[in-house]
């Protein structure tokens, strides 16, 4: 099998894992990442290790957990000694370069993100499509063609969604375009490349023409049950008002059925508009002759409300649809298993080891996840597998006093807000779309405080590995 592949990963911004259609969305319209799931190995159960961005990406991206990271809140700098596995890849030789979001450090009140030792040699930062900085990259491609991103918005639908720029000018179509330069400029070497768009995150501003796919008649609505509420945390029932618990921002109460199903069709049409432009970087990995040793990723940083429990966009809460992003992957030349769909648990801390391993470059020490490539090869799920998968939320980005950590297996999730007694247990085999908190219920306290000590045990057990112990004293 060939060394070193080159590796395209392609990271979208708040995507769930049911939006497209090979995943079991009938309502879907992606017909080029259906074909990827075909081409490639996917995940049912690949779970994020934050509900918000910085920390999940944090994570991701060095294989360790939020609290070992110290990047645990939006807003937060990532220490300049943790080691992206963008910058092993650069050291290792590798071209890299990236179009869109990092999200590493603060972006807010004007100031642009401050850049670790990324790695990246070609860096086209564009954190969101609006044109906060001179420095956004987007921005600055608008006006190479004479555009100006607040002139291309479209007309409100309601005060939920509206259309945004049209998709020759979209930041998610010039990502894209960025990508498919780098794909042609670096043929023949080595290379490493992270697509970042900002779609499908808030606001849902989709193209005019991409909307116009979607019927809201016959989209669903939320995932609720009426009485869900007398169980739930004190965060949830503030969201349940207004998104991110920020009065002014977007009014959840006052949504009417035909204002959710609106939302869900226009944050379908911008799923579409990625697997357009999904499906134009992988025709020019094709044309370039690349495509047969380019391990390609699909995955997304964390999952969006959408409406499910009455809350939309994300917070300090756990539910699958937060955390559970679609994942697939394809390298033909590596033997990577076509159209194998693996059931088992999976944390994004995974992904950057399985990379060294297919690039047979060290997995340095303090990485926390391990490869899957094993897997991705064809090994029986019982060896690559997580028994239980693990997530933070620390004042992560609204409620400043939400401290959660959670641990979900197969068959339960426990849910710990600290220092407020309050939390949420479920049983999945019995309420699969997490109605029913349990935390307070009599008849299930010995299994919840089973479930309660596996949590505390993860939270030890993921404490940073660094320093090495050098000696017996």
């Known amino acids: 099998m060939p060394s070193r592949p080159n590796i395209l990963w392609i990271c979208t911004d708040q995507q769930r894992y049911d939006t497209l259609r090979a995943l079991g969305n009938p309502l879907a319209q992606t017909p080029n990442l259906d074909r990827f799931v075909g081409e490639g190995t996917s995940f049912a159960n690949a779970f994020c290790q934050s509900p918000v961005c910085a920390p999940s990406r944090a994570s991701f991206l060095t294989g360790r957990y939020p609290r070992t990271t110290r990047c645990r809140q939006n807003g937060q700098a990532i220490p300049p000694d943790e080691l992206l596995v963008s910058t092993i890849f650069n050291r290792a030789g590798y071209r890299c370069g990236l179009a869109g979001k990092l999200h590493l450090a603060s972006c807010s009140d004007g100031k642009v993100e401050k850049r670790t030792d990324d790695g990246y040699d070609d860096f086209s930062w564009s954190h969101h499509p609006q044109p906060d900085w001179e420095e956004n990259a ?227 020490e303090q990485m926390q996840g391990r490869s899957i490539l094993p897997l991705l090869r064809g090994a029986a799920e019982s060896e690559g597998c997580r028994q239980q998968v693990f997530s933070e939320y620390y004042n992560a980005w609204t409620h400043s006093d939400a401290y959660g950590t959670m641990l979900r297996t197969e068959e339960e999730k426990i849910v710990v807000y600290h220092g407020t007694q309050q939390g949420e247990f479920y049983d999945l085999r019995k309420d699969p779309e997490e109605f029913f908190n349990l935390w307070d219920d009599p008849d299930s306290q010995e299994r919840k405080n089973e479930m309660l000590l596996r949590c505390f045990d993860a939270s030890v057990f993921t404490m940073d590995p660094h320093p090495p112990r050098l000696g017996p004293f």
């Open 138 to 364: 987007y921005t600055q491609w608008l006006k190479s063609k004479e555009q100006d991103w607040h002139a291309l918005q479209g007309k409100e639908i309601s005060p939920f969604v509206k259309e945004g720029p049209p998709a020759e000018f979209h930041q998610t179509t010039w990502c894209a375009e960025k990508t498919v330069e780098f794909i042609q400029e670096n043929q023949g070497k080595n290379w490493f490349f992270s697509f970042n768009c900002f779609d499908p995150h808030h606001p849902f501003d989709p193209p005019k023409d991409y909307l116009e796919r979607f019927d809201p008649d016959k989209m669903p609505l939320p995932s609720e049950h009426p009485d869900e509420t007398e169980t739930k945390p004190s965060f949830q029932l503030l969201d349940r008002i207004w998104a991110h618990n920020n009065p002014g921002e977007f009014h959840t109460e006052a949504m009417s059925d035909q204002d959710r199903r609106q939302v869900c069709a226009a944050y379908y049409a911008m799923v579409t508009l990625i697997d357009d432009q999904v499906g134009r970087i992988l025709r020019a990995l094709e044309e370039s002759g690349q495509a047969e040793n380019t391990l390609v990723v699909f995955m997304s940083d964390h999952g969006e409300m959408l409406g499910d429990h009455g809350i939309y966009f994300k917070g300090p809460h756990f539910y699958d649809c937060q955390l559970r992003i679609p994942l697939i992957m394809r390298w033909p030349a590596g033997g990577i298993v076509s159209n194998r769909r693996v059931e088992g648990l999976i944390e994004l801390v995974d992904l950057a080891p399985t990379f060294l391993a297919a690039a047979n470059l060290e997995i340095p």
